[in-house]
Every structure is written in C-alpha cells, then in structure tokens.
C-alpha cells in the first residue's frame, strides 16, 4: 500500500512539474518527438545498426566451391586408354557449428550498435529540452526588462514633475534614462541570443533555422522534487553498452575456438579416357570418377591462442571502461540533484528578496507622495528588485535544466 501511495504522490509531482508546459501550444512532448523522428544523428545510427545486422546474412555462407579443369597436352597412356582432359570440383565445410557461431558474433555486434541508437534519442532528447528551457529563461529576462524599462519611464516622468518643482535636479532625470538605455542594450543583446538559441533548436528537430519557437509563458519551481531512483543507472543505455560488448567477446572467443577446428572438404574428380584403338575388352575408354575426402588442420594455431588472449584482454578492458564510466555517471547525477537544490535554495531566497525590494520601492513612492523621494534610491532599489528577478529565472532555468540531466540519467 505504502508503494502505491509513494508511486502515485511520484505521478502527481511529475503531472505538476510538466504541467505547464503541456498547456502551450508547442508542447515540449511533440516538439522532442519531432526531434527524434527527424534527427540525422539517429538516423545515422540507426541505419548503422541495419547495415550491421544485415552482415548475418553475409557470414551465414561457406567457403566457395572450386572447379578446375585440366587438358593433357601429353596424353598418359593407361592400360584402358589415354588421358585427355580433367575435370575436378571440391567443397570445403567449417566444423559444425562455425556458421552459427559466426552468426551470433555478428548478432551480438548489431545488439551493442543497438545502444547507440537508445543513447542518441536520451542524449536529443535532453539537449532539445535544455535548449528549451534556456529560451524560456531568455524570453523571461527580456519580460522583467520590458516591464523595469517601463518603471523607470514611470520614475522618469516623477522625476520631471519634481524638477518642475524644484525638488529633483535633471542629473536625477538623465541618470534615469541612462538606466533606461542600458536596460535597452541588455534587452537588444538577449533578442539576439534568443534568436541563435532558436537556431540552434531547430537544428536539433532538422528544420529550418527561422522557424519561430513558442516557448511556455511561465515556470514554476514545484513544492516537491520528483524521486530520484538511483537504481535505474545500472542499467542505463551507456552502461548496457559494455555489457552487449563484453558479450559480443564471449561469442568472439566462440567462434574462434570453432574456427581453430579443422576443416572438411569433399571433392569430385572425373578423368576422360580414350579407348585404345583395335583392342576388345571390358573397360576399354572407361572414364574415372574420383570421389575424395579432405581435412584442413591449423596445426600451427599460434593465430587463435593470440586471439584467445586478445579476447581475454579485451574483457577486462570493458570491464574496467564500464566502472570508469559507471563512476562519471553516478558523478554527473548526484552534481544534478545537488544543483537542482541548490537552484531551489536560490529560488525561495530571491523570492524573498523579490519581495523585500518591492516593500522598499512602496516606501520610496509613499516617500514620493511626502516630498522626499531620492531618485539614487530608486536606481539602487530598482538595480536590486532586476538582479532579483534574473537570478530567480535563472533559478527555475537551472532547475529545470538539472531534472533534465537526472531525467537522461534514470529514466527507464
């Protein structure tokens, strides 16, 4: 019961942390789904992992069959007639079992290039959503500047007022529009970030790079963080990777002892004999027919025990090359849950101070209301509140970003 509950309470603050996105019309879904239909890269691989297990059928074969054919320039005499020509066939055969040794070689083979194609699609569909989200952050940055350039248009006009009356100087006005441009410039140079971010969006779906993305309105930290299971890396794509090939060793080594066996060959061959002219008897001119039985035998083998040896080391190389990759991994996921609680710390303080600096800008109007308002304030309130608002997107920006990475790394 308690697993049911804990795998329910897991569902709704998956639901409430995507839920936000599927309201938009370019849902994130759709959009890594036409990523992953489209993306050259996996399409590379995956016509890598055709080609690799249509070499099945290229070693399921056996040795070519020899003909040979003979004439005697110099016809041997023999008791039933010369010689006058020669025709020979011979079949060699792999011991038994070599043919579906080296088919479950070339199996195993296509089984490991299999795993690429799983990582390609985890590795897309990570790199497309951590492009989203950094739109996202990017579109949001331009907001808050959109909306402080208008506070500050606001204070602008205040601050005319106040020189009217002689109670702010025009120092106080043109610091304010010096803000203001610079608020315009950070603005101008996000626009076009935004715009190579979009480029390189695009590129991951394969359209054209002028395709405008919609990206969510907003984004929220949810209240609780979806479970991590760390159990699921064990058996992640990259992992299972080294497992198909130490696999495919094991049928390396297969074939190769089939292959250290020796060989059977079967042959025929057929000798026309000219009858001996004014001469009666039974075999006069009688052709021959030679069946034959052959054996190849590898009796200097030193070729297999080094492939013996070579598999042997290889194993222990994959084995050594997963846990080094087992440890990156484990590395890279628990950097992921560590920031993403970091951002989550750096998000309810920002809010916090968010909230602080908004209570100051009230003062300052009520101040404003009296008589008293000092415009150096308001610049340094407003600087606040805007360095506030950027840090808190870049918050939910660096949050969302390391659920991706823990996603790419535990997700079944």
């Not at 054919?69 to 792999?94: C, D, H, I, N, W």
């Not at 402080?148 to 025009?170: Q, R, W």
């Not at 001996?276 to 006069?284: E, L, Q, V, Y």
Request: hydrophobic share 35%; net charge negative.
């Amino acid at each position: 019961m308690k697993q049911i509950k804990s795998h329910i309470k897991t569902v709704f603050i998956l639901c409430s942390l995507f839920l936000s996105l599927f309201v938009n019309a370019q849902q994130l879904e759709t959009l890594i789904n036409e990523a992953v239909a489209n993306n050259p890269e996996i399409q590379k691989f995956e016509l890598q992992y055709k080609r690799a297990s249509e070499k099945v059928n290229e070693v399921n074969t056996i040795p070519n069959t020899e003909f040979g054919v003979g004439y005697f320039v110099s016809e041997p005499e023999t008791r039933t007639g010369a010689q006058r020509f020669k025709v020979s066939a011979k079949q060699m055969l792999p011991w038994f079992g070599t043919i579906t040794s080296r088919e479950n070689y070339v199996s195993s083979l296509a089984d490991a290039k299999y795993e690429d194609i799983v990582i390609a699609k985890r590795k897309l569909m990570a790199s497309v959503s951590q492009s989203y989200y950094n739109l996202y952050a990017n579109k949001a940055k331009q907001e808050v500047l959109t909306e402080n350039i208008k506070l500050l248009e606001t204070y602008e006009t205040l601050a005319l007022t106040s020189v009217e009356v002689g109670k702010a100087s025009a120092v106080d006005v043109l610091r304010l529009q010096m803000r203001q441009n610079e608020m315009q410039q950070l603005k101008d140079v996000l626009s076009q970030q935004f715009l190579a971010e979009q480029t390189n969006f695009n590129n991951l779906l394969n359209r054209e790079n002028d395709v405008e993305v919609n990206v969510v309105d907003s984004l929220m930290i949810p209240s609780e963080d979806f479970e991590i299971t760390t159990e699921n890396l064990a058996l992640h794509p990259e992992l299972l990777k080294y497992d198909k090939l130490y696999q495919s060793i094991e049928q390396s080594e297969l074939l190769n002892q089939k292959e250290s066996s020796p060989m059977i060959g079967f042959g025929l061959d057929y000798i026309n004999v000219a009858e001996r002219p004014n001469m009666d008897f039974s075999d006069n001119g009688k052709d021959i027919v030679m069946p034959m039985v052959s054996v190849s035998i590898p009796i200097f083998n030193k070729k297999y025990k080094s492939q013996t040896k070579q598999n042997d080391l290889q194993q222990q190389e994959i084995t050594v090359q997963k846990q080094e990759r087992l440890n990156a991994l484990e590395t890279l996921l628990d950097k992921a849950n560590n920031e993403r609680i970091s951002a989550r710390i750096s998000y309810a303080t920002q809010t916090k101070n968010l909230q602080q600096a908004k209570d100051a800008e009230d003062i300052l109007i009520k101040s404003y209301e009296t008589g008293t308002i000092d415009f150096n304030d308001v610049l340094d309130i407003q600087e606040l509140q805007l360095k506030f608002q950027m840090n808190q997107i870049e918050s939910i920006r660096t949050y969302y970003v390391q659920s991706t990475i823990i996603n790419y790394l535990t997700q079944q």
